[in-house]
């Protein structure tokens, strides 16, 4: 089995250790054995202009090619050689899942430097904002015009997909004709919504940029099965633990997120008493209370 996956610092995992970022939960949740997983690191060449070369249809591949403060752009560029790369070789990825970034993040081209990778810069409003982020109208309408392009090849190509909007378009842009055309099964939430301001909001995020907490992860992992079709696939919280080798127990995951359970008291939802174990049953329970709100 092959599954790709791409996106920025809210897959690659913010605040919480890689086996319980969403890539992993979701790989795990699909076939509960080792995977042989090739993560993206900023300079990898090889990796990125030749993943065919990688390819081992004997094992269960994971392409995780996410990274910190990456661009649509980018994120589109690459899965799209990734595809294309092993189209040419007549492989096929058995799903692809897509995190989308913020619209005005882009990639820039340093003059000078050798390579695909090496003479690029990833920019937005904090990092390298002297080349200029987007801005609208053109920002939003660049990310949904990717995302259409590669809905029309997986599509096309009968590859399962899923697209995690995470940040949300400008919904005051009236340009926006692409929404019309966009295919809102395929995606965990409306990209006129996302998930960065309804994890803030219900306390989903494990700091104030809105990433994603192990709760977040899990909740997304479970939506992405979903729209793949793998509803019967999910998982409890504590699976996803004891896959986990960093010692990382239900209990300290709970505990350190302590502070995010009032997203369940403001929904006036019971919270055990102290003393009373909370075990995954209870937390699968908090999110499907959780997910009938948005």
């Known amino acids: 089995m092959i599954l790709f996956a791409n996106g920025c610092s809210h897959t690659a995992g913010q605040c919480v250790q890689k086996p319980l970022t969403w890539p992993s939960m979701l790989s795990h949740s699909l076939i509960n054995k080792e995977w042989d997983t090739h993560e993206y690191h900023h300079g990898d ?41 092993l189209e040419k070789e007549n492989i096929k990825p058995d799903f692809v899942v897509i995190q989308w970034s913020g619209v005005n993040r882009r990639v820039h081209s340093v003059p000078g430097e050798k390579g695909i990778i090496d003479g690029l810069v ?29 809905q029309t090849y997986l599509k096309l190509n009968n590859i ?26 395929k995606c965990t939430i409306s990209p006129k919504i996302g998930h960065r301001n309804e994890f803030r909001r219900k306390g989903l995020t494990c700091d104030t940029h809105g990433h994603p ?11 992405v099965l979903e729209i793949l079709g793998c509803e019967e696939l999910i998982k409890g919280l504590d699976f996803h633990l004891e896959k986990d080798k960093t010692g990382v127990t239900l209990k300290s995951s709970l505990t350190l997120f302590k502070e995010r359970r009032k997203f369940i008291k403001y929904n006036q939802h019971t919270l055990p008493k102290d003393g009373v174990q ?9 999110l499907q209370r959780y997910k009938s709100l948005i």
């Open 45 to 85: 060449e090889h990796k990125v202009t030749n993943p065919q070369s990688l390819v081992d249809k004997t094992k269960n591949q994971l392409f995780q090619f996410s990274d910190h403060g990456k661009s649509n752009d980018m994120i589109y560029y690459e899965t799209l050689h990734f595809l294309l790369s």
């Open 122 to 150: 990833f920019v937005n409003s904090h990092d390298n904002s002297k080349f200029g982020p987007w801005f609208e109208p053109y920002a939003s309408k660049h990310t949904l015009q990717m995302m259409l392009h590669l």
């Open 160 to 185: 399962p997909y899923a697209f995690i909007p995470y940040m949300e378009v400008d919904t005051q842009n009236k340009y926006l004709i692409e929404l019309d055309f966009l295919d809102e099964s």
């Open 213 to 223: 907490s192990l709760l977040g992860h899990y909740f997304i992992t479970n939506k």
């Open 278 to 286: 909370e075990n995954s049953d209870f937390w699968n329970s908090v």
